[in-house]
């Protein structure tokens, strides 16, 4: 696989800023449905189950898709499958605004929402369905758009750049996604519910025309697979890989429990804001917007971090401080408090994402990159879906024997002590040898292969 791009010395090249770019508009698009739709979620409906389901609706592709998408990546032109997912997602999107402003008239406003005046809209059943099978098919373009984007970066930046690209890109992502889409989305909605629903469909519309803009060619190199596909073979060959891989299996198990119990909490966190912070829209979206404070942060300082303490330690740190920020999240009841936290806790999932993807994108063959990574993501991301069900589960469980307060809060304090589970498990996997040892292995195998 070639490409015409090459970075210079010092740069990471023009077709790096152009991914980049479509990047951060779709993210920037996404940070509006941050807000958005767990606020129409709540236009329609208080039950804190329904209102999870809407986060599930988005995730359970994760765990349903994953795999398939890894052998499409590894066939397929990495390129025009991202452009054509975003495009796919600027229809999804773009249909869903228009369902909304045809309801408008009968949608309570965000300060109705925010204070618990609000009725339901006429024929609000039907509404909330549309939502779920808007969330889902989002999801379904997602699963196939991300899990070939993390493949397309090793064509473009060379590895001992990847982490600092890795770097860059996450922090960007982090801060239009948190900190300009949701402050901004909650003054849209006070304009037009449908409002940020239709400039959410124009990014998605920008960042195909970016991404068909890369120069190159983008197929999988080495031993490609051609040909009918063999689905329960190509998709073994993945899963064996990453199997027998034990430091990126060990990591596959830490980032599913991470991203399951922190979606466990955050799926009912609209909830949180509204009955016992007392936020309105705006005020969510501030709120959100620490993580991306952190991110920023993070993202500048990531690559010197794992330079400086190692991406064993790194890690290992990460994981503690991310599940004391959990259970802080849960005890805290005033905004101006838990606004650090999401800084804190910012700073340390970029750190985790970029040693992480980093490290795989590196290690694993690239005739395999898009298997193993499906693979991984299965595992990391899938358990988003079973962690948001968990979720919904606990509060409404918890409504019959605790309080309406501590039921929001249960999911972020199990969460919380879950997670000293997990860091006795890393203790011994996560170390600075392990991850040389592995990166040292596969660079002898490439060496081999080049040979």
Wanted: charged letters at 10%; a positive charge; one cysteine or more.
């Amino acid at each position: 696989m070639t490409t015409v791009d090459t970075p210079t010395k010092a740069g990471l090249g023009r077709n790096y800023w152009k991914l980049w770019s479509a990047s951060v508009v779709s993210n920037f698009g996404d940070g509006l449905s941050a807000v958005a739709i767990p606020w129409l979620a709540t236009a329609v409906t208080r039950d804190p189950l329904q209102i999870a389901l809407v986060t599930l609706a988005t995730r359970l592709p994760w765990l349903l898709f994953s795999l398939p998408a890894g052998v499409i990546t590894d066939r397929l032109d990495r390129r025009k499958v991202v452009a054509a997912m975003d495009v796919l997602r600027f229809a999804v999107m773009g249909a869903f605004a228009i369902v909304v402003l045809a309801w408008q008239a009968d949608l309570p406003t965000p300060d109705q929402i925010a204070d618990g005046t609000a009725a339901p809209p006429g024929n609000a059943t039907l509404l909330l369905v549309l939502l779920y099978l808007m969330a889902f098919l989002l999801g379904t373009a997602e699963v196939l758009r991300d899990n070939t984007a993390q493949t397309l970066l090793p064509s473009i930046v060379a590895k001992d750049r990847l982490e600092k690209a890795n770097g860059r890109m996450w922090g960007a992502e982090v801060v239009v996604n948190n900190f300009v889409g949701p402050p901004l989305a909650g003054l849209l909605l006070g304009l037009a519910f449908a409002l940020p629903f239709f400039i959410n469909a124009g990014t998605f519309a920008i960042a195909a025309g970016l991404v068909f803009m890369l120069a190159g060619q983008f197929a999988p190199k080495g031993k490609v697979t051609s040909g009918r596909i063999n689905w329960k073979a190509e998709i073994g060959e993945g899963v064996r890989w990453l199997w027998n891989h034990h430091l990126l299996r060990s990591l596959a198990f830490l980032l599913g429990a991470a991203n399951g119990l922190s979606a466990a909490a955050m799926a009912i966190y609209v909830l949180v804001a509204q009955e016992i912070l007392g936020l309105d829209a705006t005020g969510f979206g501030l709120l959100l917007s620490g993580t991306a404070l952190g991110a920023v942060l993070g993202s500048l300082v990531a690559h010197r971090i794992s330079a400086r303490i190692g991406p064993g330690t790194s890690l290992f740190v990460s994981l503690i401080v991310l599940g004391g920020c959990l259970g802080a999240i849960g005890l805290l009841s005033s905004p101006f408090a838990v606004y650090p936290v999401f800084v804190v806790e910012g700073f340390f999932i970029v750190l985790w994402n970029v040693i992480t993807v980093s490290m795989r994108q590196s290690i694993i063959p690239d005739h395999l990159l898009g298997r193993v990574n499906s693979v991984y993501r299965f595992f990391g991301w899938g358990a988003i879906s079973l962690g948001t069900l968990l979720g919904g589960v606990l509060v409404t469980a918890g409504d019959t024997w605790l309080s309406r307060e501590w039921s929001l809060r249960l999911p972020f304090l199990v969460a919380a002590a879950a997670h000293v589970v997990m860091v006795l498990y890393a203790l011994p996997r996560l170390t600075n040898a392990r991850i040389a040892a592995a990166k040292a292995q596969a660079s002898n195998a490439e060496d081999s292969v080049d040979s």
